[in-house]
T-cell receptor, first 116, second 113 residues
Framework: GAVVSQHPSRVICKSGTSVKIECRSL??????MFWYRQFPKQSLMLMAT?????????EQGVEKDKFLINHASLTLSTLTVTSAHPEDSSFYIC????????????FGPGTRLTVT | AQSVTQPDIHITVSEGASLELRCNYS??????LFWYVQSPGQGLQLLLK??????LVQGIKGFEAEFKRSQSSFNLRKPSVHWSDAAEYFC???????????FGAGTRLFVKA
């Protein structure tokens, strides 16, 4: 159990367009979901934390108007990269925590975004 | 400030040799601690976790880790490395009452024949 999926696994988009990435908890209810960004050969940097039905909490330095996060249900969170630029190219990983403690996180397989 | 440190950027071991990856943490109180493995272009797979209790934690794929409060360490070990263990390894910590997980910089493991 505790499977998290992401869609798409990789996406290429043109500069100036927007792209949406979905994160789903397949077999559990995720009260909290997290979005991370990973640059090549670097660690994961937390972008934002979202609780179902409420606004996401963004980490310092993350543009909330550029990276729109929606957590509309207990099994789905979306990250929309608006007006994408080449510097937004990265590996985006989501994770989810189920109800109850101690809040173990389950990670999705990641989405490779390339902006041309 | 809370932090997780992995002092080794990369390590090379021979297949069949033992492995130890270092991890140190800095938290006000003992955090939850995790080790993850990531293959190229893939997500993270949880190897093991420490919440409380027995300080020697067994994980998947033959890995274990030992929590040492006196040294603020949570080193990952494996007695005999296989070529398929070559990957990036991340140590991570989280406050017991919080949600935010802090990741170390990662250690790239190379396995030579």
């Amino acid at each position: 159990g505790a499977v998290v999926s992401q869609h798409p696994s990789r996406v290429i988009c043109k500069s100036g367009t927007s792209v949406k990435i979905e994160c789903r908890s397949l077999d559990f209810q995720a009260t909290t979901m997290f979005w991370y960004r990973q640059f090549p050969k670097q660690s994961l940097m937390l972008m934002a934390t979202s609780n179902e039905g409420s606004k996401a909490t963004y980490e310092q330095g993350v543009e909330k108007d550029k990276f729109l996060i929606n957590h509309a249900s207990l099994t789905l969170s979306t990250l929309t990269v608006t007006s994408a630029h080449p510097e937004d190219s990265s590996f985006y990983i989501c994770s989810a925590s189920r109800r109850g403690g101690p809040y173990e996180q389950y990670f999705g397989p990641g989405t490779r975004l390339t902006v041309t | 400030a809370q932090s997780v440190t992995q002092p080794d950027i990369h390590i090379t071991v021979s297949e069949g040799a033992s492995l130890e990856l270092r991890c140190n943490y800095s938290y006000g109180a003992t955090p939850y601690l995790f080790w993850y493995v990531q293959s190229p272009g893939q997500g993270l797979q949880l190897l093991l976790k420490y919440f409380s209790g027995d300080t020697l934690v067994q994980g998947i794929k033959g890995f274990e880790a030992e929590f040492k409060r006196s040294q603020s360490s949570f080193n990952l070990r494996k007695p005999s490395v296989h070529w398929s263990d070559a990957a990036e390894y991340f140590c991570a910590g989280r406050n017991t009452g919080g949600f935010k997980t802090i990741f170390g910089a990662g250690t790239r493991l190379f396995v030579k024949a």
